[in-house]
């Protein structure tokens, strides 16, 4: 059996090490949208208060799911694809779908480490190319960011500053003069980087210099995932820990600016009126969702590369923390540096406050141009962009590539890993090229809309009920005891089977109640009707999955009648242990124990895992 075992482990793979996979599990999830999403919830959901429903999102839906997910693909050895077409063959499109947002998201993700080379080559420039309107690519409408005096000339007061400009309840904010309304850092991602055109019917030329970045940043990509996730393992513990580093030494920096203070107040202090607000809620589940990375396919498709023993608890409660941690660094380095630029401007700090690319490129640049020595803390800052970028990118990609091997058992044999990433790599690079045109944003923000904001938590849905209702929390809880020697508790059955969907159900819904149609540039370009069908045609992809793969597997179920079929369609597939070959019990379990627990801990010895 141990045999069995050790040809199992060596022809799917696995990590070097457990440290290496929990690498891989934080370099994904702390991603950019801990940088430009999670602040700006915490700012719209009533700053501190926020971290209350945060907290209980996390602890009742966000690790529960975390656990699942991780064990299904411990378990099972396989993608997401796989994973789901082995527990509920019925419900395996909720894999496809999984596939499909995925790919999408691969192929504009890159576009924006494409910014981050261009910005990170920039700032070896002395001075920094976005400081002033001295430029080609400057309008008459352009104000600089160089200089004491961001905004020339005009402000406006409180009612305070009628005792006198010196008044403690006088507030000063100023406007710009006369048609001057374009900071010097929007113009030149706008002009320089982009070269933004008026619509997406005016796609214009080709931007050469963020096609050749594009395809570097495939490049690094594909040499992050060419040998295996033998050499990602050793990559991604430079990658995941290095923008963690350099996070912490930012926000370091960050709290010493002038003004910084403002923007840590804002950021910290709560309005509990806000608390009893439904949307306040949905929007800590979502922020779950999003920077842990749930339901994306990836999480499953790293364990899958795991050795059957594993303490996946452990695991889960480490990712889990880590993220936590860094969401709250990220939220102090960004209101530092705000409230440093509320400061500097005169403005409130609210006024401030955006999320999205806009942050990282527009407004970040703007503070990084008032800091001493801006060109390090430029590279730095960037540096830290790519680095946590291409950690999610390279686990995008894992999930595609995983997904193919498992769903056609040969394709490796013929092709070899090597050429098999590269096509995939190819695939979604030519895929994103239109994002690289002069009126690429346009199509970039309308397939970031579309991929995945309303299918995501659908197909996460069907993902859970396939997982944890057809084939069952308790039988899951039993996988989990044959890997780890103990059974989760109570609270994780309990969560599963009720918590988890309810609160997925009422986040989706939320999601289609507060629907609106994509805009670009603060709502002053809207998208015309014929985008608007694309982008459901996008989300479409990815939800019919479900209903199709379903209609193919009864198909090709046997049985007699329809619900003979249908019956066959939602049981497991699985009817021996996926790890060694070893045929289930009456319980459903192929080993009672097993060498550690839920933790880590060693708890029997009778069965030797050693040689796994």
């Known amino acids: 059996m141990e045999k069995i075992q050790d040809i199992e482990e060596e022809s799917r793979g696995n990590w070097g090490s457990r440290v290496a996979f929990l690498m891989a599990c934080i370099g994904y999830a702390v991603g950019l949208g801990n940088i430009w999403r999670f602040p700006f919830n915490v700012y719209k959901s009533g700053g501190g208060a926020f971290m209350v429903p945060y907290v209980i999102m996390l602890f009742m839906c966000g690790i529960p799911l975390l656990f699942m997910e991780l064990a299904v693909g411990q378990y099972t050895r396989r993608g997401p694809i796989g994973a789901l077409g ?3 063959p019925l419900l395996k499109g909720a894999g496809v779908g999984t596939v499909i ?4 998201l691969s192929t504009y993700y890159n576009v924006i480490l494409a910014w981050t080379l261009f910005y990170l080559g920039s700032s070896f420039q002395d001075p920094l190319p976005w400081m002033s309107c001295e430029n080609e690519w400057n309008t008459e409408s352009c104000y600089s960011v160089y200089g004491n ?11 305070g500053c009628d005792d006198g400009l010196d008044s403690d309840n006088c507030t000063i904010s100023f406007i710009p003069a006369g048609n001057v309304t374009s900071s010097s850092t929007q113009e030149f991602f706008d002009h320089r980087v982009l070269g933004l055109t008026e619509g997406i019917t005016e796609m214009g030329n080709l931007r050469l210099e963020l096609f050749g970045l594009l395809f570097l940043a495939w490049v690094i990509v594909y040499l992050c995932l060419w040998k295996g996730v033998a050499l990602t393992g050793k990559i991604v513990q430079v990658t995941a820990l290095v923008p963690c580093l350099l996070l912490i030494a930012f926000a370091i920096r960050g709290v010493t600016l002038p003004g910084a203070d403002k923007g840590l107040i804002f950021f910290f202090k709560p309005d509990w009126s806000k608390i009893g ?3 306040v809620w949905v929007n800590a589940a979502s922020q779950v969702f999003n920077s842990i990375g749930i339901a994306f396919g990836s999480l499953i498709a790293f364990s899958s590369y795991n050795k059957f023993k594993g303490p996946v608890l452990r ?3 480490i990712v889990t923390f880590v993220d936590a941690v860094v969401s709250m660094v990220c939220g102090i380095a960004v209101f530092s540096v705000l409230g440093n630029l509320a400061h500097e401007q005169g403005k409130e700090v609210n006024e401030v406050v955006t999320e999205g690319p806009g942050l990282v490129f527009v407004v970040f640049p703007y503070a990084l141009s008032k800091m001493p020595l801006p060109q390090v803390w430029s590279v730095i800052f960037f540096t830290m962009l790519l680095f946590l970028g291409i950690d999610s990118q390279f686990a995008t990609v894992e999930v595609i590539i995983t997904s193919l091997k498992d769903g056609f058992k040969d394709l490796e044999d013929k092709l070899g890993n090597k050429i098999l990433v590269l096509i995939v790599c190819a695939t979604s690079f030519a895929c994103g090229i239109p994002h690289v045109f002069e009126g690429g944003i346009y199509t970039f923000t309308l397939v970031d809309f579309y991929s995945a904001t309303i299918s995501l938590m659908f197909i996460a849905l069907f993902e859970t009920i ?11 809880g039993k996988n989990i005891e044959d890997m ?3 059974r989760p508790s109570c609270f994780f059955i309990y969560s599963w089977q009720y918590t988890t969907p309810l ?7 939320f999601t289609l109640v507060d629907y609106s149609s994509p805009s670009y540039d603060s709502g002053n370009y809207e998208y015309p009707w014929w985008c608007l069908i694309i982008g459901w045609l996008i989300t479409g992809i990815s939800l019919l999955a479900i209903p199709l793969v379903g209609i193919l597997q009864i198909w090709r179920t046997n049985g007699v009648t329809f619900v003979e079929k249908l019956n066959s369609s939602i049981k497991s597939r699985i009817k021996s242990c996926p790890c060694c070959g070893t045929k289930l019990d009456r319980n459903l379990q192929a080993h009672n124990t097993s060498s550690t627990n839920l933790i880590g801990q060693d708890s029997s010895n009778s069965i030797n895992f050693d040689r796994v």
């Open 277 to 279: 607000d439904p949307k």
């Open 149 to 159: 005096t961001t905004i020339p000339q005009e402000y406006e007061t409180s009612p």
């Open 503 to 509: 609160m997925i159900f009422v986040i989706w819904i």
């Open 484 to 486: 780890t020697g103990m």
């Open 101 to 104: 947002i995925s790919f999408f």
């Open 466 to 476: 396939a997982i944890v209702w057809f084939y069952g929390a308790d039988r899951l």
């Open 86 to 88: 082995k527990l509920c």
């Open 315 to 317: 695991d889960t409660l």
